[in-house]
């Protein structure tokens, strides 16, 4: 069953590089264009790319902005690769309530702000199969 677009949507796959403008070529080889926009999320510690792949889903670069956030330990850590997948929902508050009441373990007590003016939060991967999960509400929508 597809969800409604109001419902859980997948927003975008976020891969750690160490540089943005060397790694993007290998998606703009396969047919993505990137956006020109690079925003840093200087709270997160992250340089952020966009490629859309659909009219919901997007690449995320990123590139570490500084050397002690948390791009920048884990590309130290693990090397480049993915770092998350994040889905759209229409209230990420609710949807933080919903999910800490199911019990899982959510990495902020409140939603902060993200790239892209939107509000976000965690899943821990340890209660997610050890993937890292996103929940993101795009402010105006």
Do not use: W
């Not at 597809?2 to 703009?28: G, M, R, S």
């Not at 690079?38 to 859309?52: D, I, N, P, S």
């Not at 994040?86 to 933080?96: G, L």
Request: include cysteine; charged fraction near 30%.
């Amino acid at each position: 069953m597809i969800p409604e677009l109001d419902d859980c949507v997948l927003d975008h796959i976020a891969i750690a590089v160490n540089d943005i403008e060397t790694t993007k070529k290998v998606y703009e080889d396969l047919g993505l264009t990137f956006s020109d926009k690079r925003e840093v999320v200087e709270k997160q510690g992250v340089t952020t790319a966009f490629a859309a792949i659909d009219h919901n889903a997007h690449i995320e670069l990123l590139e570490p902005f500084g050397e002690t956030g948390p791009i920048h330990k884990y590309l130290e850590k693990k090397g480049p690769g993915i770092h998350h997948i994040c889905f759209k929902v229409k209230d990420v508050r609710a949807k933080c309530d919903d999910l800490k009441a199911k019990g899982y373990k959510l990495l902020n007590e409140e939603p902060v702000p993200g790239a892209n003016n939107c509000l976000v939060n965690f899943l821990h991967p340890k209660g997610c199969g050890g993937v890292l999960i996103e929940v993101s509400q795009h402010l105006g929508e």
